[in-house]
Nanobody
Framework: QVQLVESGGGLVQAGGSLRLSCAASGRTFSNFRLGWFRQAPGKERDKVATIPWSDGSTYYADSVKGRFTISRDIAKNTVYLQMNGLKPEDTAVYYC????????????WGQGTQVTVSS
């Protein structure tokens, strides 16, 4: 079993920054891909950014490219999402997820952390 715990969300003004953290435990992560997703009320859950646990390609949604950066600290079993230039449309619950499947299904999920961006 993999446990994922997000933190770092909060209320921020437009143009501000937040760094989300996702602490992972319970399994090794060498074959994992980690992702950040977000879900606003009444909307589907969208993929924001992903990163392999080892070196490899990152993915960013077009809506966050140039503003968000995903990274990980293997020693701390933690993945981060640095969010700069936040916009009101970034408001959502942000979830950390992990997948071990070749085409990621993101089998493991955290509880989410709320990010609210005010105008």
């Amino acid at each position: 079993q993999v446990q994922l715990v997000e933190s770092g969300g909060g209320l921020v003004q437009a143009g501000g920054s937040l760094r989300l953290s996702c602490a992972a435990s319970g399994r090794t992560f060498s074959n994992f891909r980690l992702g950040w997703f977000r879900q606003a009320p009444g909307k589907e859950r969208d993929k924001v950014a992903t990163i392999p646990w080892s070196d490899g390609s990152t993915y960013y949604a077009d809506s966050v490219k140039g503003r968000f950066t995903i990274s990980r600290d293997i020693a701390k079993n933690t993945v981060y999402l640095q969010m700069n230039g936040l916009k009101p449309e970034d408001t959502a619950v942000y979830y950390c997820a992990a997948s071990v499947t070749p085409i990621p299904r993101y089998e493991y999920w955290g509880q989410g952390t709320q990010v609210t961006v005010s105008s």
